[in-house]
């Protein structure tokens, strides 16, 4: 009988993983000797936090990661062979906004069962708190990097928020956080709510939502924090 692949949360900072994890998701992950993630330093730092200090030599991981090729992804169908295998991203979700999403349609490719487990999604608990629409939203990812085709982006989510009044949601690199900032208050409309959601779940996150009008007078400086941008025209 082939292992099952978990899909298994990790916290979206350095905050103990009992804070933002159920007790059901640990024990899981704790039972588990073969991992596949994103980042090999880090994901040990989480195991070991999350109850397997110790066993960390014991386990097996693979790394995956936007550098690894196909045929690489491919090779891992093998390793169901061998029992249940664990998915762990660099933040939050597996496979949102993840290059673990190649693995999870590997098995539904192959017949492995795909378990999802409880976890802290920033992009939802940034929706969640923005109030903003949450009732029709899109999520774009990363926007372009150079500014004057990020601009040109912005006005594009801008225009297509206010026609289907569609909560705009999308990420950025933290060290380009407040050059972002600036293209938005340099394009936005004065009157398009934005959301700046930063270090979610953290005890110095920060989340606010106010007008294009009011963040310009604010003058607020973001850094270089993980943060999660909302736009609703």
């Not at 899109?138 to 801008?158: M, V």
Request: with cysteine.
């Amino acid at each position: 009988m082939k292992g099952k692949l978990y899909l298994i949360p990790s916290p979206l900072g350095e905050n103990d993983p009992a804070e933002v994890l159920p007790s059901g998701v640990l024990r899981t992950a704790a039972g588990i000797g073969i991992f596949v993630v994103e980042e090999l330093r880090t994901a040990r730092r989480f195991l070991s936090r999350a109850g397997l200090k110790g066993r960390i030599d014991e386990l097996e991981f693979h790394v995956l990661n936007e550098h690894t090729p196909a045929a690489e992804v491919e090779s891992m169908a093998e390793l169901f062979e061998r029992g249940d295998v664990g998915l762990i991203s660099e933040a939050g979700l597996p496979a949102v906004a993840d290059p673990g999403s190649s693995l999870v349609g590997l098995c539904h490719r192959i017949g492995v069962e795909v378990v999802p487990l409880v976890g802290p999604s920033s992009l939802m608990l940034a929706l969640m708190a923005s109030g903003l629409n949450g009732q029709n939203f899109a999520f774009l990812g990363y926007l372009p990097a150079k500014s004057d085709e990020r601009k040109t982006a912005l006005k594009e989510l801008e225009r297509r928020s206010g026609a289907l009044r569609q909560s705009q949601i999308f990420i950025e690199t933290p060290y380009r956080n407040d050059a972002l900032m600036k293209d938005m208050l340099s394009v936005l409309s004065p009157g398009t709510r934005l959301c700046a959601a930063a270090d979610i779940t953290m005890p110095d996150a920060s989340i606010r939502t106010m007008t294009v009008a009011r963040w310009r007078a604010a003058n607020v400086t973001i850094g270089k924090r993980p943060c999660v941008f909302i736009v609703l025209a």
